[in-house]
């Protein structure tokens, strides 16, 4: 069975950073891609970053193009997204997945698509 538990959210002010962690088991990160969403009140789930260990691949989502830096450590099967610069508009639950074999635009699009979730950890960004 695969599970994903996530940490590192919490309240920041505007300008602020944080840097959230998700541990994976039961699937390895050098095969599958690890991706993170988030989901605000009211507003469908929005792709944000992903990583391909086994081609390098990434993708950041425009939004948030340059304050993003997601990275892997197949060590110990851990996915880490760095945001800086952080916006009031970030506020949202962020969720990481897995269990697809690429990192795309295409996949980002889909949320639906990705078969394991965490349970998800609050940013908030204060104005």
């Known amino acids: 069975q695969v599970q994903l538990v996530e940490s590192g959210g919490g309240l920041v002010q505007t300008g602020g950073s944080l840097r959230l962690s998700c541990e994976v088991s039961?699937?390895?990160?050098?095969?599958?891609?690890i991706g993170w969403f988030r989901q605000a009140p009211g507003k469908e789930r929005e792709g944000v970053s992903c990583?391909?260990?086994?081609?390098?691949?990434?993708y950041y989502t425009e939004s948030m193009k340059g304050r993003l830096y997601i990275s892997a450590d197949t060590t110990k099967n851990t996915a880490y997204l760095q945001m800086s610069s952080l916006k009031p508009e970030d506020t949202a639950v962020y969720y990481c997945a897995t269990g697809v074999p690429i990192c795309s635009w295409y996949r980002m699009s889909v949320p639906n698509g990705w078969p394991y979730w965490g349970q998800g950890t609050q940013v908030t960004v204060s104005a």
């Open positions: 039961g699937l390895s990160l050098d095969t599958y891609t």
């Open positions: 990583i391909s260990h086994s081609d390098n691949m990434t």
